[in-house]
């Protein structure tokens, strides 16, 4: 396993291509930090013994100890793990742990493409187990670039006045394929040593130039990273975690890259690029039953912490309102734990969570993230929206007056209550924190999604034919 | 195990102590049918192979066949079957299936009775398993009486004008103990066999009196079951399961009661009597983590049903409503499913299920029953409500024109359309419809009561930890 | 103005033209009783002098003082006033108080009418007048039919497979016309005076024949009123008001009933169907701004009443709830002010309110109405669905137990203490409360009519070019 | 009338007592800019002829023509057109007019300088109409800081341990009164001409020191502005009025400064203290029907803006989704109408709108502000956290690409489309836009506040009257 030192120092070396707001940047630019020190984590807890069998997994392939980040569900317990290991590691980060995308596109990638395999006899598999060993031993971290940028949403790929508008293949050689399009969305894409393509939608019989997947190091050759990095507000003082994790959201360019064959995982099957795509979102949904409670775990706990300053703990409302946060956190992971015991085994020996609860569960999540906010500053009060900058807590005149005025309860010093509105500030109100509802919203798909992928699946009939039962109405 | 047959046989002969209306009446009562029929269930079920191992279980007393709601949970699997039967078996009634009650009463007092005799020295756990081996034996109905009438719900019982508000110990005598109190909302209560009683809250030391648990026929000397029937409105051609099944509420005091010390479970321990109550009350609302996505069932399969008929099937806000209701449906079940796989077993060998995930279940089914309800109303428009009686379907001049004019879907009989709004009006526009949004709302306890037992057991503690860490607050 | 006692008397010489369950009844029999009182309130408050004003109006025709549900609404005044009356007069029933679906429709006609003759040189508001004159001296009541049997959703009136599932014209003479259909929904219907029918849509130019309005006695020739009663729970001993009120709806089928023209307000003029059936409805919303808060007024007192009982009045969690259900009423309320306040005088002299502040208003009442009966059930707990029926508080040995153990604060008698929840149960747990609910959800139109009624109105144009100017995006 | 210009040039000269970040500025920083952009804004508009009468009103004192910002109402109309005039200046700056805080405070001081006056004797009005003619004369925009800090929250003012937590009167000299505290969330407060001071909360007889109201130049002596800004994300090239906005906050120390006389508008009346308090809110929240549904406005403005250039304006969900928004709006600001045409003239003749509705709106509009963003994050998908910065657009290589690959609906020009999405991400995704947020909940009092204000005013005990009428309980 890789220390988070060997992760940067890969990381530095690559080729710049890399944008933000319109220059070309390396990886070591500042901005790139917080969103670097995010997947620092995922290394750094990897090597902590009390985290052994969460973040470190068994390899399949080769019996080796590997960070879980790399590791292919062989078991029931693997998915439960993952959950576990997903909500660990964003609590230390506060928020999205990002890393998780990477493995739910290679266990996606490990049953689709042995599938094809199986119905097809292609080779896929076999070529993608090599991948996987490279990926595994060098502990990579990859983006999965799926969400193409759509053009025109009434209309599908072909239909499209520029075909480009979903990423496709533009020439078949020898060695490879070419390819061109943008994907939107690729939180992490900057500072991922591989990025790993898959279709976004199920595609007709016209569209098998659409039907394309691949893996390809982050600065290969015709890939421009165009990116919006998330900051946090900068602290001069007041040190503190929080303060340190950030995003880099990429916009992601493929402008007619070559794909050499050994990293082409599906090049027109077009029966399985809806397949890959919806198994990707399902592992992916599987994850926000981890992140998602982490996430009402952060708000839940600035809530209640900042309940305690303001000296209304134990008021009624305040803890119905800290009940509601625990309830989503909690159905949301209870759902996550259903889809894993339900989960079942596929041909490829990869595990799958069930689909109608990984999607209660994501879609629970979604409807209700803009309410925890909510909640959260209910409880918090305006300070976090007009808390003075650091800088007027350390002037020598105005200082003292700021930490006069700062106190609630006399037992909690200034700077502590200082600290717990500074970070209130800057989870709930900053453009961090918006960030975090809309990707609460729509990552990973948005409840409207779920409830599409809940409806393709459930078995509807059933239920109707109780009613058909109950009414006295002839079942047919 | 007993046939139906045999339950009914039993139950009939004895003693008339229920009254509806102002009557007393026996219990061949017709008022009393539609609940029997609800029981008749749990016999006939269990007798059916398609459900063995489901609907019954292996008693660890005596390695027999028994009944699933007669059984002790003696394994993870065991709670799941038990979520399982219950969502099964209401299902097939068309809402609550009454006799959970018995067997978590059962459970509860397995556990409770052993950890008394543990640190007290007591013997009531040898006591019950005797009376546990007659109820399997037997395969009893059993009604848990628990709520008390409560009074002045400031007050507590010791400090209320009557100490009876409480049911009490009034005397201790060598052969037994003499109750008085009475107990509220007790569905099945005259068509049981016997009535457990528990109490209903925790105890301070004044109140040992209170601390009181014990089993009785429900025919016994002295207890009066005071009775409202909900009643289905009778069809008189237009037969359907819907319309067999109802319930019987009891209202039941114990007038002065004797009760024998053999059947006698706790006698005055009073720091014992508000875990009983908890207990009891975590295993009932895993219970309702099987009941209540039942009713779930049933609103979503009318409303499927009648979307169907109405010819909106495919309508997009007809599908994302239909979604919503799965999605309370499924999470309360994944929640049920989640308390079971991380259930614990206690010194007595009883599983119990996980509190927080138990009540973000039963809690979560709570706030949603009347929203489910306005859905299904939302899909089958007015009709529901102002459907006329049976008997104009029927009635040689204006019954064609009644068939005539209920018609929607061409290829759907008169007679089906006329059945499934004639089930619509009975479930979303009866005063039994009103009883399952009332019992959906408080039975097994109201939201704010899993909200109390939520914040009880939750380490709120460790989630203002990660927000303390997160904001640089020292962690103490 | 009439009495309520010549209501009556003249309402029992009517032929019998009603079925209920099979039977051809009179329109004195019993089960339309709890309907009539609904109606006889309407009659007895306008001889109130304390109302005078609020329930009685100047004609503008006669000059003479009518009933208001009588009255042509002549200023914005006279919309203030039909509000507050409504308001009013459904407080004194508990609920719907019926009378005003016919003064909507008289309203709707004279504005329609007169616009048809203003630009086809019809003479139908002359005809109109003529009845308005012989409706407002007789202080009739009616019933608007305006709902359709609508057979299959999905096709239009000319598409379905029977043509009679919309009301049509099927044949024009020289002394009237002959219609064909039936209408759902009419409340009111069987002890109305006169039953109004109007389009229950807008009109393509194939369906001139579906484009008809009339006004006919009730008993008229060809009528038959399908009824289903909607009956409060009988009571023998506890008297109260809320046991007295009740409703029947009716099923009405017109088959092949003759219209003479003196009675035809709208024949074939399709492109005014459309308008009539909104302008009926925009009225009948404007009613729901003053019924619906009434409806809340009903539930906010029963459950600020059961508070006070109960003890816990002055918990914040219960003046919370009870806040919410003021905050729906008074929004609803204040809505139709705005609409009033902000109505247009049509060129006929009528006013009408406000299209956009009516339809919010109605459909926040419609959106919360399922939300408000959760509050009330909340707040009073289980008992209103498990309460005994009332001969066992009169029984000689029991009655005496049930007054002991109904207590709670003992400063309110027992009876009192079940009057309260008697009356609760006939409210929150009965078919009438059901029907409350799917009324207040569907009657005058469910939320997503006003949805549509909102977004064809509303000037999102001028949102967007806020939009555009704020984006710097040029507006054209 | 002043102009913008003037307003400015007046400020520029102001003494420096405004820090930020620890530095001490002039208020010709930068940073202040977007603040004063809105406030230009209402002199702006009150000079264009087509607002004449909307943002300009006649005073009563001088029969000039004045800035409506500066108006004492006297006619309902006056409360009309002032809701009307905030909420067309919020839709010309996207937000907040910051500016109705000075108007609300010195309408509120209007009438209960007067009731001080006639119960008391004191000569406070003249005072106050004095210094209202010179406000009028000079065309002033005002802040109010109402808002103590508070410390402890479940201490009262003379509770704390620091007596200054609440803002209080420490020495009373001849020539005036020297005040000591603090005053938190003080929008405006660095761009305003005056600081008008009020208390926040009623006030024990223990508490007339705390019972304290003045005005004074913002730039006074021993006034320290601690300041945030929340600025506007800079734009280089893609101008646009929605960057040109932002507001500052002011956290207000009053360090022992000396109020001469003439501008002390109470001094120790404690029992008028609480009501000049919420006859400010009251005020505030009338405001608030205005300025929310402007909010609103932009809100569906863009949401339905960017469903057009998705191609999804028709979709059923989107438009169920607009009206969601349009109801939210047009339901607070009819509570508004509602509370202006009920309003009372009070003994100064000043107009005060209704208690309840006002209430009930600004409630409604607090409880959905999360909502409203929640739908439009939901219409915008996920483009608005992810858009890369202005300059990656202006790129030589990137920039072509961007624009390729943001098309949607081919007929609107790529930069329209980026247009589009930069102003969403600068109103969903940015610090300002959960400014807005927070400023939605807590602004002018949060809902619990409304609560509270209704429940202390509404006449439960005439709605449990309805309740005991009905259920036959005789009314004391």
Known sequence: MRTSQEYRDKLFKMKNNVYIDGQLVGRDDPRMAPGINVINQTYDLAQDPQYDGIMTATSHLTGEKINRFCHIHQSVDDLLNKQKMTRLACQKTGGCIQRCMGIDAMNALSVITHAMDQSLGTEY???????????????????????????????????????????????????GIVV?????????????????VTPTRFLTPEESDWAVSFALPADWEGIHLVCRPSLPRPRRKLH????????????TIFDDVFVPWERVFMCGEREYGGMLALLFALYHRHS??????????????????????????????????????????????????????????????T?????????????????????EFEIVADLAGGLPATLPPEGDFYHEQIGPLMEKYIMRNPEISAENQHRCFRALSDVICSGQGMLVQIAGLHGGGSPVMETIAILGTYDLKAKKNIAKYLAGIPID
Not at 133 to 157: I, S
């Open 351 to 371: 595990y799958t969570p069930d689909v109608v609860y990984c999607n209660v569960g994501r879609r629970h999540a979604g409807v209700n993230i803009y309410h």
């Open 125 to 175: 598999n076999q070529r993608f187990l090599k991948y996987l060993t490279y990926f595994q031993e060098n502990d990579l971290t990859a983006n999965c670039a799926q969400t193409d940028v759509k053009g025109d949403r009434k209309k599908r790929p072909h239909e499209q006045v520029d075909p480009d508008l979903y990423l496709r293949i533009v020439e078949r050689k020898s060695d």
């Open 180 to 196: 061109r399009g943008a994907k939107a969305h690729n939180t992490i894409g900057p500072y991922a040593d591989e990025i790993i």
């Open 240 to 251: 503190a975690p929080i303060a340190t994790f950030g995003d880099v959201e990429s916009f």
């Open 288 to 349: 926000y039953t981890g992140c998602k409670p982490a996430t009402s775990d952060v708000l839940m706990g600035l809530a209640a912490l900042v309940a305690e300053y303001n000296g209304i703990e134990k008021a009624e409302h305040v803890r119905h309102k800290l009940a509601e946060i625990i309830s989503v956190a909690e159905l949301v992971y209870a759902a996550g734990i259903a889809a894993a015991v339900t989960g079942k085994k596929q041909p490829s020996g």
